[in-house]
């Protein structure tokens, strides 16, 4: 099993930045893809950005320029850095990883609990 534990959400006015961060423990062997997620009252949940175990990074169009994906390898982690942020990027913020437990076994997909995000305007 894999636990991930968010942190660093909360309110902040227009203009202002705030950083997720994501830490991963359990059985891991490696970790493959990482991601942040949201999820706005009555949307769907969205991709906000990603990042490979070789760090190449995508990102949702609305965030580019602003938010910055990174990870840390040793430290099974993964931020989020959020600049600029908008009363539309106010939403629940999700931790995703894949995970594969052992070398030759199965790949899984975990998230997290969520955190809220809200931009006041």
């Known amino acids: 099993q894999v636990q991930l534990v968010e942190s660093g959400g909360g309110w902040v006015q227009a203009g202002g930045s705030l950083r997720l961060s994501c830490a991963a423990s359990?059985?891991?062997?490696?970790?493959?893809?990482m991601g942040w997620y949201r999820q706005a009252p009555g949307k769907q949940r969205e991709l906000v950005a990603g990042?490979?175990?070789?760090?190449?990074?995508n990102y949702v169009d609305s965030v580019k320029g602003r938010f910055t994906i990174s990870r840390d390898n040793a430290e099974n982690t993964v931020d989020l850095q959020m600049n600029s942020l908008k009363p539309e990027d106010t939403a629940v913020y999700y931790c995703s990883v894949e995970v594969r437990a052992s070398r030759y076994g199965s790949e899984g997909r975990y998230w997290g609990q969520g955190t809220q995000v809200t931009v006041s305007s």
């Open positions: 359990g059985t891991i062997f490696r970790i493959n893809a």
């Open positions: 990042i490979t175990s070789d760090g190449v990074t």
